[in-house]
T-cell receptor, first 114, second 114 residues
């Protein structure tokens, strides 16, 4: 079974530029998550989708971050404009719906903002 | 606001030693607790999940315990091996309704020397 795919793996941009990350969840997983992991910290949930609807985006900085999940499968996370403090690893995870569903994580995208 | 703390931040042990990693959380009203492993440049791998009604879970050389009332969990690794070297993260889920909103600690970086 293929795992969660993310691209690109690495991205370096200048501050105030925009950037987009892509995630392809495990086939059949209705729930998709985006996390931000700053160096030395644990991951922090940014947004959770159930199919193509948003379940929780309370920690998403909506003035600069946006995410969508068209057709309930792939998802993109966008930052516009980027700030220095956005440098982090962006992790995507997916799970089956249900109370005991394990989250499966992708390898992440490492973003460096100069 | 729920906070998760992991002690120690880093640990180095010789191969074959048994070891304990600690996790504490400030709000005992959790739905479940999970232990993850993170290897450099890779995503997270779920190791053990303990429901709030459970006391412990075991998988191979790993045993995780949960004392919800005192806000503590431990991850016991028996007969450590160099392949166990990684960062171990503890995460709590605050409620059944928001079980996807995992709140992570900063992790313990484990190094097992041959």
């Amino acid at each position: 079974e293929a795992g969660v795919a993310q691209s690109p793996r690495y991205k370096i941009i200048e501050k105030r530029q925009s950037v987009a990350f892509w995630c392809n969840p495990i086939s059949g997983h209705a729930t998709l998550y985006w996390y931000q992991q700053i160096l030395g910290q644990g991951p922090k949930l940014l947004i959770q989708f159930q199919n193509n609807g948003v379940v929780d985006d309370s920690q998403l900085p909506k003035d600069r971050f946006s995410a969508e999940r068209l057709k309930g499968v792939d998802s993109t996370l966008k930052i516009q404009p980027a700030k220095l403090e956005d440098s982090a690893v962006y992790l995507c995870a997916s799970s089956l719906p249900g109370v005991l569903s394990e989250q499966f994580f992708g390898p992440g995208t490492r973003l460096t903002v100069l | 606001k729920q906070e998760v703390t992991q002690i120690p931040a880093a640990l180095s042990v010789p191969e074959g030693e048994n070891l304990v990693l600690n996790c504490s959380f400030t709000d005992s009203a959790i739905y479940n607790l999970q232990w993850f492993r993170q290897d450099p440049g890779k995503g997270l791998t779920s190791l053990l999940l303990i429901q709030s009604s459970q006391r412990e879970q075991t998988s191979g050389r790993l045993n995780a315990s949960l004392d919800k009332s005192s806000g503590r969990s431990t991850l016991y690794i028996a007969a450590s091996q160099p392949g166990d070297s990684a960062t171990y993260l503890c995460a709590v889920s605050p409620s059944r309704e928001s079980q996807g909103n995992l709140i992570f600690g900063k992790g313990t970086k484990l190094s097992v020397k041959p």
